[in-house]
């Protein structure tokens, strides 16, 4: 396949993509969970990679797909918890800062978290919650869509651990598109690659129609 032709379908799949990632929500459907985990959604970290992933764990239990050889899993979508507090059982939006765990608890097993899936956040009324994403250093793939059409993000983080590492990511095409007020992708030193195998940068197709401004650092 010449450079030009690959060009072209990749040009026509985006197209194809937008149109799919725009239309998909079910407006003012709010998810719950009673799924187990630990902390609660009040962290808001002081530095770009926060030690404990996991103080929003259990929002992402639901759902998620489940390798019981290897013990590993595969989050496919974020889930809001009513806990009353605004006094009529309603949903509490803490979530500006969103952290992706680097494991979940299913029963009385834990589960190292590996990949995301597309559109965890597909949701009409969960888009505009998260501006900061920071995602652990045991993700190894985002699908393609994942964090679409997300219009308050600015900053996404790949973080690493006490030791400064990170697990290699591959991040699917479009991972990222149309959010339109991301500026800021942190790699921290992380191989963060695309699906053709090459280092992230502005230019990728994970971050097409986001800000123009966009800049993708190392720290």
Not at 112 to 138: H, K, W
Not at 178 to 192: A, D, E, Q, Y
Request: with cysteine; hydrophobic share 45%; glycine share 10%.
């Amino acid at each position: 396949m010449t450079r030009r032709l690959r060009l072209a379908m990749l040009i026509i799949s985006a197209a194809i993509v937008a149109v799919l990632a725009l239309g998909v929500g079910f407006t003012a459907a709010i998810w719950t969970s009673s799924g187990s985990g630990s902390g609660e959604n009040t962290v808001a970290p002081s530095v770009d990679s926060p030690f404990d992933w996991n103080p929003w764990a259990k929002y992402f239990v639901d759902g998620a797909v489940l390798d019981t050889t290897n013990m590993t899993a595969k989050i496919t979508s974020f889930h809001q918890v009513a806990d009353g507090s605004t006094g009529d059982g309603g949903y509490v939006y803490n979530s500006e800062i969103v952290i992706i765990p680097s494991d979940i608890v299913v029963g009385t097993a834990s589960y190292r978290v590996t990949e995301i899936a597309n559109q965890i956040f597909s949701d009409d009324t969960l888009r505009g919650m998260p501006t900061v994403l920071y995602i652990s250093p045991t993700i190894e793939r985002i699908d393609m869509l994942a964090f679409s059409n997300l219009p308050n993000l600015t900053t996404v983080v790949f973080g690493v651990d006490v030791d400064g590492n990170g697990a290699e990511c591959t991040v699917g095409d479009f991972a990222f598109m149309m959010c339109g007020s991301l500026v800021k992708v942190v790699t921290n030193g992380r191989v963060i690659k695309d699906s053709q195998g090459n280092a992230v940068s502005e230019a990728s197709a994970v971050f097409m129609g986001c800000s123009d401004t966009l800049t993708v650092v190392a720290a």
